[in-house]
C-alpha cells in the first residue's frame, strides 16, 4: 500500500508559478508510474502530466504543454509538477497519482491517488 499526499497549492496572480509536491509514504514510488490530474468545479477530470518510473520519458496534456513540467525524485519518493504561466482557467484541484504499470493519460489506470491540493489563478 502507499499514501500520497500533495502541497503546495496556493492562490496566485495569472503568469505567476507554484510547484506542487507529491509525497509518498508506506511504499517506494521508485517502480511506480506517477501522473497528475485536475479537476475544476462542473468540469470532467483532466489529464495534466505524467512520468515513467526512471523519468526518462514524460507526457503532458496539450492544454499544459510548454508551461508545466512534471519531475520526480525516486530517491526522496516524491514527484512535483512545476507550474508556469499559470492561467486563470488552470484553477482546479490537482491530484497525483500512481500506477504499478506504465503511465497513461487514462485516470483508470491509476491505483494510487493522493487527497489533492487547490490550485487558484486569478485575473
Known amino acids: 500500500q502507499v499514501q500520497l499526499v500533495e502541497s503546495g497549492g496556493g492562490l496566485v496572480q495569472a503568469g505567476g508559478s507554484l510547484r506542487l509536491s507529491c509525497a509518498a509514504s508506506g511504499r517506494t514510488l521508485s517502480n511506480y508510474a506517477m501522473g497528475w490530474f485536475r479537476q475544476a468545479p462542473g468540469k470532467e477530470r483532466e489529464f495534466v502530466a505524467a512520468?515513467?518510473?526512471?523519468?526518462?520519458?514524460?507526457d503532458y496534456g496539450d492544454s499544459v504543454k510548454g508551461r508545466f513540467l512534471i519531475s520526480r525524485d525516486n530517491a526522496n519518493n516524491a514527484v512535483y509538477l512545476q507550474m508556469n504561466s499559470l492561467k486563470p482557467e488552470d484553477t482546479a484541484v490537482y491530484h497525483c497519482?500512481?500506477?504499478?504499470?506504465?503511465?497513461?493519460?487514462?485516470?483508470?489506470?491509476?491505483?494510487?491517488w493522493g487527497q489533492g491540493t487547490q490550485v487558484t489563478v486569478s485575473s
Open positions: 497519482a500512481g500506477a504499478t504499470t506504465r503511465w497513461t493519460q487514462k485516470a483508470s489506470g491509476y491505483e494510487y
Open positions: 512520468i515513467t518510473w526512471s523519468g526518462g520519458t514524460t
